[in-house]
């Protein structure tokens, strides 16, 4: 009897674990999707705001043509902004991904 009652805690902790792994994984917006395209050697902070090692900046400019990214998260110094559809591979749904220190584009990651 002992053996069953310690199987069915067995079978039902791991039911249990791998159910909260599913979970957690599903729908996750921190996973770049794919690379982006077409873009800057690093995006530029708006006039008059300057990259720094503490804070994700809003919005950031493409210094080849003033394409504005407007912040929409951030996260462990990643910011992920919204750009027009189709700009830089983009697509309905999908942010822009940089880094904030650096400015440099990251991937495109689910909204």
Known sequence: MKRVIFSLIAITFFILTIGCSVFQNSGNSNL?????????????PAKGLF???NSCINPMIDPRDG???????????????????????????????????????VGIVKE
């Open 67 to 105: 394409t504005q990214l407007i912040m929409v998260s951030s996260n462990n110094g990643m910011a992920n902004y919204k750009v027009s559809p189709n700009k830089y591979g983009l697509r309905k749904g999908e942010l822009l991904r940089v880094d904030c220190k650096t400015g440099i584009a």
């Open 32 to 44: 770049v999707i794919r690379q982006a395209e077409n873009t800057p050697e690093n995006f530029l």
């Open 51 to 53: 990259l720094n090692d």
